[in-house]
């Protein structure tokens, strides 16, 4: 089969035409699938044929979803979920047995924080955490029941960059699956198959929806740790719904286009938020004062739509500058049209105690910035205004 370009594969990945030859793929609303007679419907539930048989098992819109995000990741197979943590919990879940060792970075999402040190301890799995300047410390971790490397890179809120590559080579050493959350990338700006990672995973929530409508996540990577990610998600009931995937994979054929601009108005607010004298600090991958910058070159298209930035003033200053935002949205979501500013210590990362936030970087004063599709100057003069 021919291999088209990324933008090419995300407009014209398509199910196939029904007997009516629409143009755009319809909707399957539809909760079970119909069989032609008794053997047809033993052989589909023996598996001997692959077909829909019911929508927790798979649905036409879902699996054009799959199939187009797997052709951007560069995956064998997946699975879509109802949410983002869906989608972690479940590959996990899927993997991991009993008195299983997972080893993961510091600085990760505050709910897949919460089912690691919460959740999974009640099933005896535990995790070990490495920070992110500290890559080389890794294999000192590993013990016989380390089955699973956890990433997320950049990583949310403190949009620290990890070396993926580095991280493959460890986990093919050691024979452990490397598992990469590529949220804050989207497959447009950085592919972790290519450095090593077995199974990617994303919230669709974010970039890939891109306008705030649905909740959803997928997992994609090799067909054989895929098999056992859908054979547990299919009994346990996570998938997406039709309606959701629908719009998602709608929303991915403009992928491109609007990550091109969220990354350059990203990085223009980052340039300006370096200068500005109110601010301590700045953090986003493409700027060149990033400690990572280099690895974010190497591993990504460009720098993404989040930037990490401290307000000067702690806990005050941080309330002070919220307060007085009028254009941007406060909200805890990222990956939007809209921008977003959020209070990590707050709001996403809140469950985290004070030592494992500042552990990861999060300060009182600390605020993510997710930005969206506005004119440039809106944004940036709202955030003037704010500081002022």
């Known amino acids: 089969m021919e291999k088209y370009k990324f933008e090419t594969e995300a407009v014209r990945t398509q199910i196939e035409r029904s007997k009516f030859l629409e143009h755009s793929s319809p909707l399957y609303l539809t909760s079970s699938f119909v069989f032609e007679d008794a053997e047809d419907m ?5 598996e001997e044929k692959e077909r ?5 098992y798979s649905n036409p819109n879902s699996s054009e979803l799959i199939e187009k995000v797997c052709k951007m990741e560069g995956a064998e197979d997946g699975f879509a979920f109802a949410s983002g943590m869906a989608a972690v919990y479940s590959t996990l879940a899927a993997l991991l047995e009993s ?3 997972i080893i993961s970075s510091r600085s990760i999402f505050g709910s897949t924080h919460t089912l690691f040190t919460q959740f999974f301890p009640k099933w005896n799995i535990s995790t070990s955490y490495f920070k992110m300047d500290e890559l080389e410390k890794i294999e000192s971790l590993i013990t016989p029941k380390t089955k699973i490397i956890y990433a997320e890179s950049p990583t949310n809120p403190g949009v620290d960059v990890l070396d993926l590559e580095v991280l493959g080579k460890i986990a093919k050493k050691h024979n452990l699956i490397f598992v990469v959350d590529n949220c804050f990338a989207t497959p447009y700006l950085q592919q972790p198959i290519k450095f090593g990672a077995d199974l990617v995973i994303h919230s669709g929530t974010k ?4 306008q705030g409508r649905v909740l959803a996540g997928i997992t994609v990577g090799s067909k054989e740790l895929m098999d056992k990610v859908y054979r547990f998600s299919r009994i346990t009931g996570p998938a997406l719904s039709p309606f959701s995937a629908w719009i998602l994979s709608k929303s991915l054929e403009t992928l491109g286009l609007r990550v091109d601009r969220h990354c350059e108005n990203a990085l223009k607010l980052a340039h300006y938020l ?3 004298p109110k601010i301590n600090w700045v953090k986003y991958p493409f700027l060149k004062s990033h ?3 280099e690895v974010a070159k190497k591993q ?3 720098g993404g739509s989040v930037i990490a930035f401290e307000v000067k003033g702690g ?4 309330r002070q500058f919220f307060d007085s935002i009028k254009l941007l949205s406060l909200s805890a979501n990222l990956g939007d049209s809209r921008s977003i500013v959020t209070h990590p210590a707050s709001t996403t990362h809140s469950k985290l105690t004070k030592e494992e936030r500042e552990e990861v970087g999060i300060t009182d004063g600390s605020v993510r910035v997710s930005v969206g599709l506005e004119h440039i100057e809106d944004i940036i003069s709202d955030i003037e205004q704010a500081l002022a």
């Open 42 to 46: 033993r052989a589909s539930f023996a």
């Open 52 to 56: 829909n048989i019911y929508s927790r």
């Open 99 to 101: 008195e299983d060792h």
């Open 207 to 210: 970039l890939m929806d891109g």
């Open 274 to 276: 370096e200068n500005h």
């Open 291 to 293: 400690p990572k910058y």
């Open 300 to 302: 990504m298209k460009a």
């Open 315 to 318: 806990i005050d200053g941080g």
